[in-house]
T-cell receptor, first 113, second 112 residues
Framework: SQQGEEDPQALSIQEGENATMNCSYK?????LQWYRQNSGRGLVHLIL?????REKHSGRLRVTLDTSKKSSSLLITASRAADTASYFC?????????????FGSGTKLNVKP | EPEVTQTPSHQVTQMGQEVILRCVPI?????FYWYRQILGQKVEFLVSFYNNEISEKSEIFDDQFSVERPDGSNFTLKIRSTKLEDSAMYFC??????????FGPGTRLTVT
């Protein structure tokens, strides 16, 4: 299976602290993406990192990718209560130039005010 | 900012009934997808669609499922005879040539 798997499964921190979530996958990828999902809601695209990139920033988000270890991390700096959500990594599986994404089980982040 | 929309937000149906879930992808996107998420489980790929035909489907997408792009804007998922285990959140997504898939807010399907 090519699925990404996140760890930890759950993370609880205080507002203002940094949150780090990790994702591991099994086969070669072209892209890895991180999504956020608030409870019972849709998936919000956070950031895409390509296989030839090692690090990417977007606001308070920092994503790294280590293709040799087949792993990625998502760092949220200076967390806020509104960051409370589940975070998923999704890896692609190219077939005839069309992508389907493989999602992991997610990390449930709880930011306490 | 353009977004994928889905209707209805919640659909309750009886086992054996047909349901149609609707999606309006982002207007300049060419690739369309359906995913589902059973409560507490992973998001699973169902099907991708391009140029008016299915390009890939998963083992979940059996003969009970079908997709259609009936006009220039809508993309639908039909489940012919719903089962209890079809209860899930169904997400539509769309993309351009690059790999970022934009997801809709989902339709929660409850089969009783």
């Amino acid at each position: 299976s090519q699925q990404g798997e996140e760890d930890p499964q759950a993370l609880s921190i205080q507002e203002g602290e940094n949150a780090t979530m990790n994702c591991s996958y099994k086969t070669s990828i072209n892209n890895l993406q991180w999504y956020r999902q608030n409870s019972g809601r849709g998936l919000v695209h956070l950031i895409l990192i390509r296989s030839n990139e090692r690090e990417k920033h977007s606001g308070r988000l920092r994503v790294t990718l280590d293709t040799s270890k087949k792993s990625s991390s998502l760092l949220i700096t200076a967390s806020r209560a509104a960051d409370t959500a589940s975070y998923f990594c999704a890896t692609d599986g190219i077939l005839r130039n069309f992508n389907k994404f493989y999602f992991g089980s997610g990390t449930k982040l709880n930011v306490k005010p | 900012e353009p977004e994928v929309t889905q209707t209805p937000s919640h659909q309750v149906t009886q086992m054996g009934q047909e349901v149609i879930l609707r999606c309006v992808p982002i207007s300049n996107h060419l690739y369309f997808y359906w995913y589902r998420q059973i409560l507490g489980q992973k998001v699973e790929f169902l099907v991708s669609f391009y140029n008016n035909e299915i390009s890939e489907k998963s083992e979940i997408f059996d003969d009970q499922f079908s997709v259609e792009r009936p006009d220039g804007s809508n993309f639908t998922l039909k489940i012919r005879s719903t089962k209890l285990e079809d209860s899930a959140m169904y997400f539509c997504a769309s993309s351009v040539l690059v790999h970022e898939q934009y997801f809709g807010p989902g339709t929660r399907l409850t089969v009783t």
